[in-house]
């Protein structure tokens, strides 16, 4: 039974936990430095199949590094799973006390399925279901006061500059109700506990959290840095969804859930092909329910090509290649722009195509200020503000998830 335990373990499964401060020799740190604590944790990783390997010296690097410090097996909590596992390693309580059972949970209000470590919420945007009327108000209000002040001198262009304040609060009521929405979407992390990290920062000792899931969103703690693992959703609200644009007509999905890609029928494999690119659902406005953006897909004469133009870009790809990061703009209207990053892969061109887009996650560069991905950011400035050479290594992973998932 503990084989199959470890074997099925989905969160931290091999620590590596090193217990000195590393000199410029590689020796021992001078008495009375401080020490330091380094733990990596590998989702999905098999504890035997790691120190087994490690042994054979297949995996070198992590080798030296349980020379260095030390190696241990966690037995994980009930069920594995990726947001239990790490919810537990986290707080040190079980799942009866985090509250995190599973990836999904059942929403009492309609028994469907929702992601279990979060709750969405709806919070006013700005003052609400008052927006219209306050904005209309001051604009009558300060066209109002200079019309009265202008009719005291010239009684004809006053009642003119009043009669226009008028109108345009009448103007400015529709306006701000077709283009500032009444709420925004807000998220609360469901999990429970104190994480040992603001523990440790509590009793004065200094932490740095990259990626563990189930940390979104990021919370402030003292004197600490704070960047938000798996958790965290692209656009369209999900944990990943990617792409798969294809002219195959015998294409079916084999299912669709958190984790499923998004299938796009192509109308041709040769020649100009249009198609689109479906963004973020609606949370804003009552119309559109997902707000979309066109792709054109331009197939060369000679088949071994494929030119993609979106959201004001150009991007040629030959099989095999993968595109740089490529910036996608999603115009709920024209005052708010929602803007992800993707990439790009062209799996075919010919006889079919096959082409793969990565999950659309936000723009590290225009985030909105209450979608809080990092705590103290100013450590992870190179990652979120444009390190694309950083992004591509720190996100490889999920930006490939989908190439393994079953269309």
Known sequence: MRLKVLTLILALVCPLVAHAVPTENGGAPPVGAPSKVIVLGFDGVDARYTEQWMNEGKLPNLARLRAQGT?????????????????????????GRTGIFDFLRRDPKNYLPVFAAFDETKEPFLLGEKNAVAFALVTLVVLGVIGLIVVRKWRT??????????????AVYALTNKYIPLTKPGVINR?????????????????????????????DF????????????????????????TSEL??????????????????DNKGVI?????????????????????????????RNAVRIDVSGQTITLKQGDWSGWVDFV???NPLI???????????????????????????????????????????FDSFLAGDRDLMVSVSSSRTASGMCSGA
């Not at 994980?76 to 986290?90: D, E, G, H, N, Y």
């Not at 262009?157 to 009448?170: H, N």
């Open 330 to 332: 999603f115009p709920f």
């Open 157 to 170: 262009a006053g009642v003119i500059v009043i009669t226009i304040a008028a109108l345009s609060a009448g």
């Open 71 to 95: 190696f241990r097996p966690l037995r994980p909590p009930v069920p594995a799973q990726t947001p239990v596992s790490w919810s537990t390693f986290s707080t040190g309580i079980d799942p």
């Open 191 to 219: 999990r429970q506990g104190i994480p040992f990290w603001d523990a440790a920062a509590s009793a004065g000792r200094k932490a740095t959290v990259v990626h563990v899931p189930v940390t979104f969103p990021a919370t």
């Open 222 to 245: 003292h004197d600490g840095y704070l960047l938000s693992g798996l958790g965290v959703p692209d656009v369209s609200g999900r944990v990943g969804k990617p792409f798969f644009f």
């Open 274 to 302: 249009q198609t689109k690119i479906q963004g973020p659902p609606n949370k804003l406005f009552k119309e559109p329910p997902y707000i979309s953006i066109p792709m054109t897909l331009t197939v060369s004469d000679d």
């Open 250 to 267: 015998d294409l079916h999905r084999s299912g669709a859930n958190e984790f499923s890609i998004e299938v796009v029928q192509l109308e």
């Open 337 to 379: 722009k929602l803007r992800g990053i993707s990439r790009f892969h062209l799996i075919a061109s010919q006889p079919e195509i096959k082409l793969y887009l990565s999950p659309i996650n936000f723009d590290p560069r225009h985030l909105d200020m209450n979608f809080t991905v990092a705590r103290n950011r100013k450590m």
